[in-house]
């Protein structure tokens, strides 16, 4: 079953996150394909993710890339990286408590044909920030996507909400979003990276948050 996933971490410059993220989930999937890519990091988490690697070689890649291309287009080169039909994103500052979560959603995309991805959904406007009405996403930071469908739809981006045109153009075409209780599996604590580092949005971030506020 295992062969059809593989497991994607992105990590910018928060080694002792990335640290249990990665070994929470080999506790429970010590032989699940993993993906480790590095977002341009100055510090340690070279030689952190470097040993995550030597804990399981066999079944981990690394991918380091020279600059900080942010959290969206490092999930974009990712699905243009592997090979496997089903990708499972788990963000830096997840923390996996208990299994099953893998084999259910799986379970749950191959029966049918037209599902694009499974997770928490949750409801954004249109400038990506939660609301009562409007897109139906998945909150990326633990969801799973079928690869083959994600070439045909706009790719994930650097906002607040990286899958957001993404999503909205999958449901024009008449692809599904599964809901699934993974919070029940995963401990995602929330702006681990964002905290620290910030989004790099810049000024149209801020026009963004302050267009939000009143309601633009």
């Keep these: 079953m295992f062969d059809k996933v593989r497991t994607v971490v ?3 410059q928060t080694p002792d996150l990335i640290k249990i993220a990665v ?10 394909k993993l993906l480790i890519i590095d977002n341009g990091s100055k510090d340690e988490s070279k030689a952190v993710i470097e040993r995550l690697k030597g804990e399981c070689p066999d079944e981990t890649d690394l991918l ?3 600059k900080n291309c942010f959290h969206g287009p490092a999930m974009d080169k990712a699905l243009k990286t592997v090979y496997e039909e089903y990708v499972f994103f788990l963000d830096s500052d997840a923390e996996v408590k208990r299994g099953g979560f893998l084999e259910a959603m799986l379970d749950e995309m191959e029966k049918d044909k037209n599902a694009y991805g499974i997770g928490r959904m949750q ?3 249109k400038r990506g920030f939660p609301a009562e009405e409007g ?7 633990y969801m799973m996507i079928r690869r083959s469908y994600y070439s045909d739809l706009p ?11 993404n999503f909205i153009s999958a449901n024009e075409k008449g692809l599904r979003l599964i809901s699934f209780p993974i919070e029940q599996y995963i ?5 681990g990276t964002a905290s ?21």
Excluded at 23 to 32: G, I, T
Excluded at 135 to 141: K, S
Excluded at 155 to 165: A, I, Q, W, Y
């Design 10 to 12: 992105i990590n910018y």
């Design 23 to 32: 070994e929470s989930l080999r506790k429970f999937y010590p032989s699940v």
């Design 64 to 66: 380091f890339l020279n």
């Design 123 to 125: 409801i954004v406007n």
């Design 135 to 141: 897109i139906t996403v998945l909150v990326p930071a």
């Design 155 to 165: 790719p994930f981006e650097h906002h607040g909400m990286p899958v957001l045109n």
């Design 187 to 191: 401990d995602h604590k929330w702006r």
């Design 196 to 216: 620290r580092y910030g989004y790099g949005l810049g000024l149209k971030g801020k026009i963004d948050y302050v267009l939000n506020k009143i309601g633009l």
